[in-house]
């Protein structure tokens, strides 16, 4: 079973930058991908990106499309989320997620295995 550390989450003033990351471990046969999604208060949990293993290929939640940036190292089986431009309304607990699957959507149903959160406040 894949399992899932999130590190890199604080505080930051609207305009900073963090970077996230998520370092997987344990038996890995197959990994097809690994996504990031957040849940801030009141709300759902909800998609952020994504990246697939083998080619890199990225997708992105619109509300952080040109701001958010996904990217993975192969030999450290990490992915890491630079997010930058950070608003208030990004506060939220960001989760890793690792799918082994190909899927056509980024629901959090398909995923297989989450990490435990790691929190991002945005102040004003």
């Known amino acids: 079973q894949v399992q899932l550390v999130e590190s890199g989450g604080g505080l930051v003033q609207a305009g900073g930058s963090l970077r996230l990351s998520c370092a997987a471990s344990?038996?890995?046969?197959?990994?097809?991908?690994m996504g990031w999604y957040r849940q801030a208060p009141g709300k759902e949990r909800e998609f952020v990106a994504g990246?697939?293993?083998?080619?890199?290929?990225?997708d992105f939640a619109d509300s952080v499309k040109g701001r958010f940036t996904i990217s993975r190292d192969i030999p450290k089986n990490t992915a890491y989320l630079q997010m930058n431009s950070l608003k208030p309304e990004d506060t939220a607990v960001y989760y890793c997620?690792?799918?082994?699957?190909?899927?056509?959507?980024?629901?959090?149903?398909?995923?297989?295995?989450w990490g435990k959160g790691t929190l991002v406040t945005v102040s004003s």
């Open positions: 997620a690792f799918r082994i699957g190909a899927r056509p959507q980024w629901n959090s149903d398909d995923m297989d295995t």
């Open positions: 344990g038996r890995i046969f197959n990994f097809n991908a």
């Open positions: 990246i697939t293993w083998t080619f890199g290929f990225t």
